[in-house]
């Protein structure tokens, strides 16, 4: 069974006709040109996908996100029916595996050359069992800007999934630094925000909420399925602006992302919290059984 799968867009714009979308090429093969956009300047785009048995979960969904996000970049339109099929066909590649992701990633292409370039890779995903049940540590850290500053400077692209992703990956790295396994971004007056690569969501009674995304956060898929499965159940969600005090009165706390899907929150910044283990593993059933 193929352990990793790639297929290069032919076209990934709109507008181009062509007579393949795309084509299967070796992962291991050199193929990126060293004056990609993506490569030296982290200008593009990416979506990554759960995979379950060969099925890609909420494609539309990430889809257009991929567009917003383009959009956001100024990239050329997507050509949403090339990627759907490229990421249709990778994931079934990826069938053998029980959990798979596939990644999206939509470059300005090589300078001056106009043309953008696009690729999707599938992969098995790492074992996320330990953090969906014994949950994952977190500490919150400041991400620098104002909660109401991401309509006043869109150049800094709040909300759109860029490939410059190092200050994330900084954030990862603090909170090891700090003996968690995660990170929380609050604005610098102290709003919840989201994780460097994940959604909150917060359990109070009988209601979800999240951070609303007017704070420049990313919309999370899936935390729009968690918020389906919750209204499944009764429950009643909403997107809101919380404070500090949104972390101390939940009776449960996640980080959501497509591939670890719910991570339950057990401490943080080193104060334990409490893990609705029933709820999670409910929660979780349904996010991998997700199929569109
Ligand atoms: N927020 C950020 C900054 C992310 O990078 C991600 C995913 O990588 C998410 C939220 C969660 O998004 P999704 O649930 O669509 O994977």
């Known amino acids: ?16 006709e062509v007579a393949e979308p795309f084509r299967f090429a070796d992962p291991d093969a050199p193929l990126l040109r060293v004056l990609d956009l993506g490569a030296t300047r982290g200008d593009g785009v990416f979506e990554t996908l759960g995979v379950g048995a060969g099925r890609a979960q909420a494609v539309d969904a990430h889809l257009a996100r991929l567009a917003r996000s383009a959009s956001m970049l100024e990239l050329p339109e997507p050509d949403l029916d090339a990627w759907r099929a490229a ?8 069938s053998e ?3 798979a992701f596939v990644k999206l990633v939509y470059t300005r292409g090589v300078e001056g050359s106009g043309r953008p370039t696009g690729w999707v890779l599938g992969a098995p995903s790492p074992d ?20 109401d500053s991401a309509g006043e400077l869109p150049w800094l692209l709040q909300g ?3 490939l410059s992703y190092a200050v994330n990956m900084a954030a990862l790295r603090e909170a090891r630094r700090r003996g968690a396994d995660d990170a929380l971004f609050v604005s610098s007056d102290g709003f919840l925000l989201e994780g460097p690569t994940s959604s909150l969501l917060i359990k109070r009674g009988d209601r979800l909420v999240t951070p609303s995304t007017s704070l420049g956060i990313l919309a999370g898929t899936t935390q729009a399925e968690a918020f389906r499965f919750a209204r499944l159940r009764g429950l009643t969600t909403s997107y809101e602006i919380l404070g500090p005090e949104g972390l101390t009165d939940a009776d449960g706390l996640w980080l959501l992302s497509s591939v670890r899907n719910a991570a339950p929150i057990r401490s943080i910044d080193g104060d334990e919290r409490p893990i609705d283990a029933a709820f999670t ?10 199929r569109d």
């Open 281 to 290: 593993a409910d929660l979780n059933a349904h996010l991998l059984a997700r």
């Open 87 to 94: 990421a249709i066909a990778v994931a079934e590649r990826m």
């Open 1 to 16: 069974m193929p352990d990793r799968v790639l297929a290069v867009l032919t076209a990934p714009e709109a507008g181009s």
């Open 160 to 162: 759109a999934k860029t």
């Open 97 to 99: 595996h029980a959990e």
């Open 128 to 147: 996320h069992s330990v953090a969906r049940t014994a949950g994952i540590r977190v500490v919150v850290l400041d991400r620098g800007l104002p909660h």
